[in-house]
């Protein structure tokens, strides 16, 4: 999740959820995964996690801020519901040119009405899924090998 | 739904944009007749009913207002406006749940959030609505299989809070961490729950003690310290991850939001700990705290129009009060505290209570808080006549003993320091009532003056209009400070409402009625085919104040209740003609059995004991058979019984563990033997 502030960094004026997906499928992660929470967000049904989970992060930067306003951010964010959607998911080939990505994200529009600025999409090329996510994965225990052996 | 105190506290929450908060607390009740009457019309079902979207829409702002101003009551603790903002969320949260029907949500506190039964106990107690709070902790419920120890130890401990079981918080001891987590953020919300429970363990001890311990380095923590902790925990930023510097956190939000909710009610809990009533003049420290400790046992806490009386100075010696709270408002609370500075103070106490049952039920009560006391109910007749009986600490009778034993022996009396008089509003005699209480109430009292008029009056109801008047009458009585005590405040709420049918369905079964009239001059009473057709609408109208008293269309709502027509019943005037009865008994039971089949617990009020049958034993057939599931131990018991009756015939309750539920929930289906 990431507030969307004001120029001067003071004002709240939306939250955006993300919902980023590494997957072999993409449309059906999409159609069976990212749309009904998106959707179940829309009409109130996860607002107790959205709730709780904005208060930490207003938390959080009020505590590093004096001057942010947190009346403004509560009453944005929870009573206006100002709220934006970021979905990224991995594609392959088969999606791989701008008619498939379209085809891709079909019906955001249905699930997240309202102005272009709530919905943003992204996708990310890994043509072989598995065998970057390996690659990736033992990197990363290099990387912690290597810190843990510095302490 | 709300009173007039409440409704104030709710019109304070802090502004939002096209919220009209004059109109709120009349909004909440709105909602909540809302979400009731459709339940009661979707019989339970959702969905294809009518007014559904309209119901989801509802829904959909309350959701929104309790998570607004949930956030404003977690996030901005020192706000003045904090308890207005924290009641209006969890009234909210409280509707929300009553629109989804049977609750079987499974309480929970992990890493993402915090389950709303539990948000809106803690801020129930936040806004110090302690008698809502409680209620609202009974759906606090942790789930028997999948909770951990900790996590479940947590949730008890915050129902025991709410439900002021603060002995059942510090007793248990603390759970063990489970050693078989292997996830890291497991570990890491199992610690933070630990960390919680110590801190609302911590806080249960700081209410139950007179004053705070200084906090000794390395000594005991007190409780908004471990909260804090937890919440610096619950935060870490991460360095270096975006190119534009703005920081990132990993951030634990139900932990954290729990703490800061904890963090908030903190202080103001301890405020109305009663084991921190400061001790009354002439009165010993010691006695004064034994008697505390043994009160805040089973309530701890004093709500606001107690301590609102005690800095009156209502504990004072010398200081006489008229007491008019309405039930629940926590009278006997006062009147024991009251009770409590006379006898510690080496004075005598009469109790009057208008029946014996009353004077039963006091004494025992009386008895368990004042152990070291002599507390006597009833004084035998005899004591009349021994002139050597010295009175009890506190003597428990009714007012026409009392007379008696005055005239006998008003010696007897002369080291009294308090007089109680419970339901004292039997001073005042009905036009109905030709017995002599309320003149034998009215000389007790005077007499008592008399002989003793250095007492201290108490003077308790919960229907007295006039307790002003009262009051200084009773100061007129003793020449000395008398306090009226009276409350907008209620501890319940209620939303009324009732049955009304469509005006031009009524002019129609009245015509339709006339003309029978006319077609069959010679029957008594309507012909059976007649009857049949008088059938209406019912709808709910309910009030969205507390009474009846505008014409203002908008303090109303009007909502249909059963989808189907109700019969009518007819009576027969003097003149021959035919009218339309209500026929409320049969038009009660059909709503009732609607409401229970939607999951609500009803009570049917009827007028006499044969209607009262007549309801019961028509219900069975206005419900569907409920299927019981019979858990194994229960069916080898019918098994049993069918194997000594000889046969399942024999059987009252028939068929493989169905049986009719009056009651919508789940019942055991107890085989009984014919």
């Given amino acids: ?151 | 739904m709300f009173d007039t105190a409440t409704s104030a506290l709710i019109r304070r929450a802090p502004a939002l944009d096209g919220l009209d908060l004059e109109r709120l607390p009349k909004r909440l009740t709105e909602a909540f007749a809302d979400i009731v009457s459709a339940r009661i019309r979707m019989r339970g079902r959702s969905g294809e009913a009518d007014g559904t979207e309209e119901l989801a829409a509802t829904l959909a702002e309350l959701r929104r207002l309790a998570a607004a101003y949930e956030a404003y009551a977690a996030l901005l603790p020192e706000r003045d406006n904090r308890t207005a903002a924290a009641f209006v969320a969890a009234s909210a949260h409280q509707v929300v749940t009553l629109g989804f029907g049977r609750d079987d949500a499974v309480s929970r506190i992990d890493v993402a959030a915090v389950s709303s039964d539990v948000c809106a106990t803690l801020l129930f107690l936040i806004a110090e609505a302690h008698a809502d709070a409680a209620e609202t902790a009974k759906r606090i419920r942790p789930n028997p299989d999948r909770t951990g120890n900790v996590e479940r130890a947590l949730l008890i401990a915050i129902r025991n809070l709410a439900q002021g079981r603060l002995v059942e918080i510090v007793r248990p001891s603390l759970p063990e961490l489970d050693p078989a987590l292997q996830d890291t953020a497991a570990i890491a919300l199992q610690a933070l729950q630990h960390m919680l429970l110590k801190g609302v363990r911590r806080l249960a001890s700081q209410l139950r003690s007179r004053i705070d311990r200084a906090t000794e380095p390395d000594g005991v923590e007190p409780a908004s310290a471990i909260f804090a902790h937890v919440k610096a925990l619950c935060i870490e930023p991460i360095e270096g991850v975006l190119d534009s510097g703005e920081p990132v956190y990993s951030l634990y939000p139900g932990p954290l939001h729990l703490a800061n909710l904890l963090l908030a009610l903190e202080g103001d809990l301890i405020a109305t700990a009663l084991t921190r009533i400061p001790t009354p003049g002439n009165v010993a420290e010691g006695g004064w705290w034994q008697i505390l400790r043994r009160m805040a046992w089973a309530r701890p806490y004093l709500w606001r129009n107690h301590r609102d009386a005690i800095a009156s100075g209502y504990l004072n010696q010398g200081v006489s009060s008229a007491i008019s709270f309405p039930t629940g408002a926590g009278k006997s609370t006062l009147a024991e505290l009251k009770i409590a500075t006379a006898l510690l103070r080496g004075e005598k106490v009469v109790f009057l209570a208008p029946t014996h049952a009353l004077v039963g039920q006091t004494t025992r009560v009386l008895q368990k808080t004042f152990n070291r006391f002599e507390i006597i109910g009833d004084i035998d007749d005899e004591v009349a006549f021994d002139d050597s009986y010295i009175l009890p600490g506190v003597t428990v009778t009714t007012p026409e003993r009392c007379l008696m034993l005055m005239a006998m022996q008003p010696d007897m009396f002369a080291d009294l320091g308090l007089i109680v008089f419970d339901e004292c509003h039997l001073l005042h005699p009905r036009e109905e009532d030709r017995s002599r209480r309320g003149l034998d109430a009215m000389l007790a009292i005077l007499n008592l003056s008399q002989i003793v008029p250095e007492a201290d009056f108490l003077l308790l109801s919960a229907m007295m209009k006039n307790t002003a008047e009262i009051a200084g009458w009773l100061k007129h009585l003793t020449g000395r400070e008398s306090l009226t005590l009276d409350l907008a405040w209620k501890p319940t709420r209620q939303v009324r409402g009732c049955v009304v049918y469509p005006a031009e369905q009524i002019r129609e079964l009245r015509r339709n009625l006339a003309n029978a009239r006319r077609h069959h001059p010679d029957h008594r009473d309507p012909p059976a085919r007649v009857k049949r057709e008088l059938g209406a609408s019912p709808f709910g109208l309910f009030s969205l104040l507390q009474t009846w008293s505008t014409t203002n269309r908008a303090d109303y709502a009007l909502l249909k209740l059963v989808a189907e027509r109700q019969l009518l019943s007819t009576g027969r005037q003097g003149s021959g003609d035919w009218y339309l009865t209500p026929n409320g008994n049969q038009t009660s039971g059909a709503i009732a059995a609607a409401a229970v089949t939607a999951g609500m617990k009803t009570l049917v009020f009827v007028q006499t004991t044969v209607f009262a049958e007549g309801c019961v034993k028509a219900f069975r057939a206005r419900i569907e058979p409920v299927e019981v599931a019979l858990t194994e131990e229960e069916y080898r018991w019918r098994e049993l019984t069918v194997e000594e009756m000889g046969g399942r015939r024999l059987l009252l309750s028939q068929g493989g563990g169905r049986r009719p539920s009056p009651y919508g929930c789940r019942q055991s289906s107890w085989p009984v033997a014919a």
């Fill in chain 1, 1 to 151: 999740m990431q507030l969307e502030l004001s120029d001067d960094g003071k004002r709240v004026t939306a939250v955006i959820v993300f919902e980023d997906k590494a997957t072999e499928n993409a449309r059906s992660t999409i159609r069976e995964d990212v749309w009904p929470g998106i959707v179940a967000l829309e009409i109130g049904e996860r607002l107790n996690e959205l709730t709780h989970e904005v208060s930490a992060v207003l938390d959080a930067r009020a505590a590093a801020d004096a001057d942010f306003d947190v009346d403004a951010a509560i009453a944005n964010i929870l009573w206006k519901e100002a709220r934006r959607y970021r979905v990224s998911v991995t594609i392959n080939d088969m999606h791989n040119s701008e008619k498939a990505r379209e085809r891709l994200f079909d019906g955001f529009d249905e699930k997240v009405p309202g102005g272009v600025e709530r919905r943003r999409a992204d996708t990310i090329y890994l043509p072989r899924l598995r065998d970057w996510m390996d690659a990736f994965a033992a990197r990363v225990i290099a990387k912690v090998e290597m810190i843990a052996s510095d302490v």
